[in-house]
C-alpha cells in the first residue's frame, strides 16, 4: 500500500522559513519522480516544485523559484521542500505527490503552511 506522509508544515511569519518533508513508502521510491503540489480554497491545486528519481533535474514554479528547494534522500525515500522568505501568498495546503504510470497519481493527505504576522 503506498503512502505518502508529509510533515513540517505550520505558521510562520513572512520573510520566514519551513522545511517539508514526505515520507514515501510502498513503492520504490528511487524509481519515480517527485512532485509537491500545493492548493488554497477554491483553487485548483498547482505544481510547486518537482523532482527526478535520481536528483538530477528539478523544476519549479515560476512564484517560488530561487525562494524553494526540492531535494530527496533515496536512502530514506523521502523527499523535501525547504521554503525561504515565505511569503502571505504562500499560505496553502501543500501535497507531496508520486506518479507511476499507468497508475493514478498517488498523493499525501497534506500539511497546512499558514505564513501570517
Known amino acids: 500500500q503506498v503512502q505518502l506522509v508529509e510533515s513540517g508544515g505550520g505558521l510562520v511569519q513572512p520573510g520566514g522559513s519551513l522545511r517539508l518533508s514526505c515520507a514515501a513508502s510502498?513503492?520504490?521510491?528511487?524509481?519515480?519522480?517527485m512532485t509537491w503540489y500545493r492548493q488554497t480554497p477554491g483553487k485548483e491545486r498547482d505544481l510547486v516544485a518537482r523532482i527526478t528519481s535520481d536528483g538530477g533535474i528539478t523544476n519549479y514554479a515560476d512564484s517560488v523559484k530561487g525562494r524553494f528547494t526540492i531535494s530527496r534522500d533515496n536512502s530514506k525515500n523521502t523527499v523535501y521542500l525547504q521554503m525561504n522568505s515565505l511569503k502571505p501568498e504562500d499560505t496553502a495546503v501543500y501535497y507531496c505527490?508520486?506518479?507511476?504510470?499507468?497508475?493514478?497519481?498517488?498523493w499525501g493527505q497534506g500539511t497546512q503552511v499558514t505564513v501570517s504576522s
Open positions: 505527490s508520486a506518479l507511476r504510470p499507468p497508475r493514478p497519481r498517488d
Open positions: 510502498g513503492f520504490t521510491f528511487s524509481y519515480y519522480t
